[in-house]
């Protein structure tokens, strides 16, 4: 197989709210010599973009609301002959 990419990440540590941004970029591919003619393929867990937030508010020193949000674009369906 083969995967490329980069990460990119932005941390909040300090202060009531905390969190992180956080973005992928990555390409995976994989191919076998008994399957499609050894082509290249996108398996189950190519991802080419992620996108995510996280974020926490302290409303006090014991009780604090969090969310996240997470974007990932398709899953890629590939069907070898």
């Known amino acids: 197989g083969d995967s ?8 909040k540590t ?3 709210l905390t969190g992180w941004a956080a ?3 990555a390409r995976h591919l994989r191919r076998f010599a008994t399957i499609d003619q050894n082509r290249w393929y996108a398996p189950t867990y ?7 937030l996280t974020g ?15 974007y ?3 899953q890629p369906t590939t ?3």
């Open 72 to 74: 990932q674009s398709g």
């Open 46 to 52: 190519d991802r080419r973009h992620v996108f995510s």
């Open 56 to 70: 926490q508010y302290a409303l006090s020193e014991k009780v604090a609301l969090a969310a996240t949000w997470v």
């Open 4 to 11: 490329r990419g980069i990460e990119l990440m932005l941390l």
């Open 23 to 25: 973005y992928t970029l």
């Open 14 to 16: 300090q202060g009531r």
């Open 79 to 81: 069907v070898p002959i």
